[in-house]
């Protein structure tokens, strides 16, 4: 029974997990997008002659990617350790 019980309860987590996941990492991906976006209107416009459109809009994808993929590892190796202690 402890077996059986163990692993329901880590399918429950892991539902519940991916559930906020689906839920908020959109969320924090545009509010990467739209903070970084307001925050390049305030460049000039040789700024973007020097720099192209397309590498900029770019960059702006990879970091928002980027700060998901941090924020998964982070939770990862929390949630990894705090069952490690629990089992």
């Known amino acids: 029974i402890g077996y059986l019980g163990m692993t329901l309860l880590l399918l429950v987590i892991n539902s519940w997990y991916d559930y ?7 969320a924090i991906r545009a509010e990467v997008i739209e903070t970084l ?8 416009y040789p700024f973007f002659h020097r720099h192209l459109s397309g590498s900029i809009a770019n960059k702006i994808s990879d970091l928002s990617k980027g700060a998901i993929t941090i924020i998964t590892s982070c939770i990862d190796n ?4 705090s069952l490690l202690f629990l089992l």
Do not use: E
């Open 20 to 26: 906020l996941g689906m839920k908020t990492f959109p």
């Open 37 to 44: 976006q307001s925050r390049l209107f305030s460049y000039p």
């Open 78 to 81: 929390f949630f990894s350790r």
